[in-house]
DNA sequence: GTATCGTATATGTACGTACTAATTGATTTC
DNA sequence: GAAATCAATTAGTACGTACATATACGATAC
């Protein structure tokens, strides 16, 4: 498309950088350069297995310095787009497809972004509930608080097979984030950092083995007795304050949970 | 004990910088630094919810710059052993023991050094074997290709309930490693890159849930069909060559898999 | 007493420089 | 032809500076 950057065999430095910066006003200048660069791979301007341009390039080309350039590099290097080796340069990497499956654990907060930006989760269900016994300890509060329950099953964003059931409870106070949402197309807790301005400062996530029973097994077409993972995830804001929990059970037969450790130095 | 840095009180920024420097000659000075406060946290010298000293009082205490702090600091918050907030400083934070669960994923290369420092793998057997049909799929190789087989099931390092069962295949250009090895103390890829000299630079894993036979589930002290993950990484050294591949079944009773996403800014 | 406004302090961002070390590829040497 | 050597290239490390921005705390005004 008309990216800024096509125009970087013809125009000068200048024209580049001014032509690029305006993306994001708000966000540091290493994640736009991030953005950017993110941008251009799956553009396919940088082809995966090739070597980007190198860091001295990157920031001459788009008018940052050096440090940006490797800071912003090292944002993609976490989630594993790229790759770098002394001497040699810093590889677009293809990105995790392993045989089918599909990603649903996140490795970053910006990562939970993306993958609930390619599903959606359709609302079956919702209902006030004071939290009492396992629910309370659970949700790690005292028996008695409300939160709005909601469940839902989850689908790719072209309505294929079922993804996963999905089961969530937001604190009262920020439930009204969701009041009018049928079907979520972005995180839930995107919905309430949206409502309250807070933002969502640390997300727990635990996953177990479960095999599922006959009622979750029929609603994401399984058998009673299909084994699954299932994820929980605990929302806290500013104050470690518990805004939301969440758990979603994901079938055994469609997910692969899959990370790739690298070499620090 | 007698660390480097109780003569901070009394001793010159000089002294302490010299007193100890000579910690790991090799590694870069960052890393060095990450280690050095990593020690005094688990030494108690930085209490757990308390807030570090700031990184100018480190980095001159230390004698390096502010930026190579951060730089180690930054290691340890991706560990999750430090938060820090804008304007008031940077906490210790309490590790993850959940309820008597314990790590057994790692997130990084040198986390799985630490978890496999904590506990044995008793080797109960051993094979040579050609790769053919599943395997080699597995393996992602040539069928015919040969490797060593070893099985066994790893234990805590006090010896207490068996922690998972284990199966590893060793490409056999590099099998000498662990030729005289009976129980493993340190990860086994840590012995092929002692024995080769040549680094592992990528390790892949993936987790799935799975119900054990009888015979897996004898070994770890469950019933047959009692839930497990089972979790396989592969071993990449220079060059995406595959060195070593290993699977690890942990029953869901005793293990649970925590990570924790915080906030990118 | 309460609210408001600075001020100090801490981490975060961004730039710059210089040097180190791994890798590659061409050149030389045997 | 093969091996050793050298030079160029590239990311990594480490230092420095300056300023931005969020937070906490004390002083002031009402």
């Known amino acids: 498309m008309s990216n800024a950057i096509s125009e970087e065999m013809t125009g000068s430095t200048r024209e580049i950088k001014n032509g690029w910066k305006p993306e994001i006003a708000t ?13 251009r ?15 001295n390039e990157l920031a001459e080309a788009l008018g940052v ?11 993609l290097r ?3 787009r790229l790759s770098a080796r002394k ?21 970053s907060r910006s990562e939970l972004f993306e993958i609930a930006a390619e599903t959606e989760f359709v609302i079956g269900f919702r209902e006030m509930v004071s939290a009492q016994g396992k629910l309370a ?10 939160f709005l329950h909601i469940t839902g099953v989850r689908y790719p964003a072209n309505r294929g097979r079922a993804f996963s059931w999905n089961e969530v409870y937001i604190d009262s106070r920020v439930a009204a984030a969701v009041k009018d949402v049928t079907v979520a197309r972005r995180a839930i807790f995107h919905y309430i950092e949206e409502f309250t301005g807070e933002k969502i400062h640390e997300i727990q996530q ?7 029973d006959e009622d979750i097994a029929e609603k994401v077409g399984c058998k009673a007795g299909d084994l699954a993972l299932i994820v929980n995830r605990r929302y806290y804001g500013s104050g470690r304050r518990l805004l939301e929990y969440a758990f979603q059970i994901l079938p055994a037969d469609r997910f692969t949970y899959t990370t790739t450790l690298r070499a620090e130095t």
Chains 1, 2 share one sequence.
């Open 41 to 55: 791979i799956s553009n396919g301007d940088f082809a995966v297995g090739s070597l980007l341009p190198t860091e």
């Open 206 to 212: 635990d996953v177990r083995p479960i095999a599922m």
């Open 65 to 75: 310095s050096r440090q940006t350039v490797r800071q912003a590099i090292g944002l």
């Open 27 to 39: 966000a540091p200048l290493y994640m736009q350069v991030a953005h950017h660069l993110e941008a």
């Open 137 to 146: 300890v659970d949700l790690g509060c005292r028996p008695g608080r409300k």
């Open 78 to 80: 976490n989630k594993g």
């Open 87 to 107: 001497g040699v340069g810093t590889r677009v990497e293809a990105i995790e497809a392993t045989s089918g499956s599909t990603r649903f654990i996140a490795h």
